[in-house]
């Protein structure tokens, strides 16, 4: 809390701006604003402070890389590779690796730095839809997040092509591949991509162009966006003690919140560059340049690229000819694993708010998140829909687990196929049932209080053990919790009323049975079994010696 003075170091750095730009009044209410605390809102940052390090280390990259396929003899230092023919790009990430003093820790850093990005995208994004901070106002900035994963994978595909290594030329033959499967637009993308035939002549130029240019450059524009919308609207913040709608508590922006991030980048940059120097990533020299007809075998793509990897080798063989032999074929095989799977998932996650506040008509303004538990269809459709994924993402290395395994591959991938389907299923029944069982926990924490591990006799020789209520901001915490908004009348049609007329015809019965079912309070916390003090709720122990705990 603040006493309403303004600290001397931002009262004279306002002075300094309002004298000469007229923005005192800015710093001093923009300085001073505040940042809640909770660790979770930390996890944004990682992706934030990974693409820095991603400019800064990919700027130096820039200086030695040559963006060419043309044909060089290499006469660089590593000696296994001395005479051998490859592209100039190879030639050029390998004078990087051994002759650029620093060379080689910052592509591995820049690497590193970008797996880390991707991941902290993801993991930031899980926070956010787990939390519910996706509801108004911010759905506009949801969207901008599903765009900046988007093109955050975009952007790891066309820098892991640029090497053209061995293992990168796989990755671009899939990538060719997929684009020449598009019906009537696939060999146009395909020849604009690659300068004709592949692998043609101008791939790795044009994928430069776009990977140091066109993608940053959209990614920065998003990024901008991003961090002025999450500035002006409120931040969201956990439950908790004197937390409401119309609050932040936390900390200042200057000098804590600060402090924090400062510290917290110079953390992320050191993990970068330790994982940078003993973490060995992508050691082209290994693979070999780059041809057509050379192939790699237990070859993975990064671990973003995995879900593709997956979908495409569990996929049968099916394809559509069009009009007998002499027409069209649609290569069902390959345009289904790389478009379905993202599009399910990206689709999803851009709709899930608007869907969200359809089936619940809630059109209120949100500023304090929920626990997972407490919305559990949410929190069970977001791990079945991680389970897709990474079923996907694990199959994609099926030649991996039957090697290791011991088992057949086609095993794996019949397996595989049952699982991508039947897996997501289990993990939404079993996370739901987990989500109700952590709020019955909640109701008997409020009800009964907890353990203190005080042992008391009553007179007639029965132990109990006395339980306290909970600590003041752990009840908060859970007296957060807020039912889930159903429509109203949303259950008129099942008890005889007469349902509201928005509600009435197929689609309005339909939105009000999914109301009925996804919102509403399933483990109420005041439901009768105590007064919410716990002072004379215990867990009784039998007089004879019996340990086992007697049920209330």
Sequence with gaps: MSDGTVPKPIAGTSSFLDDRL???NFMRRNLRKVFPDHWSFLLGEIALYSFIVLLLTGTFLTFFFKPSMEH???EGSYAPLQGIGMSAAY?????ISFDVRGGLLMRQMHHWA??????????????VFFTGAYRKPRELNWLIGVGLLTLALLEGLTGYSLPDDLLSGAGLRITEGVAISLPLVGT?????LFGGEYPGEDVISRFYSLHILLIPGILLGLISAHMILMWVQKHTQMPGKGRTNKNVVGAPFYPAFMAKAGAYFMFTFGVIALLGTFAQINPIWLFGPYTPADISAGSQPDFYMGFLEGALRLMPSWEINLFGQGGGTIPLSVLIPALV???IIMTGLAVYPFAERWITGDNREHHVVDRPRNNPHRTAIGISAMTFYGVLWLLGANDELSWVLHVSLNWTTYVGRVLVFVAPVIAYVVTYRIC???QRKDAAIIGHGVESGVIKRLPHGEYIEVHVPPAQDIEAHMRGKEAVPTLPGAGNGSDGGVPPKALRGPIGRLR?????????EKIPLDDGHGDGHGHDDHAAVGAGGDDKPAVH
Excluded: Q
């Design 188 to 192: 146009w993308i395909t020849f604009f």
């Design 72 to 74: 060089v003899i290499y």
């Design 114 to 127: 970008a797996l880390l990005f991707v991941a902290g995208m993801m993991v930031h994004m899980l926070r």
């Design 91 to 95: 030639a050029s990430a390998l004078e």
């Design 512 to 520: 009000a049975k999914m109301s009925a079912a996804y919102g509403g």
């Design 341 to 343: 799977p993202m599009g």
């Design 436 to 438: 109700l069982g952590l």
């Design 22 to 24: 007229g923005a005192g």
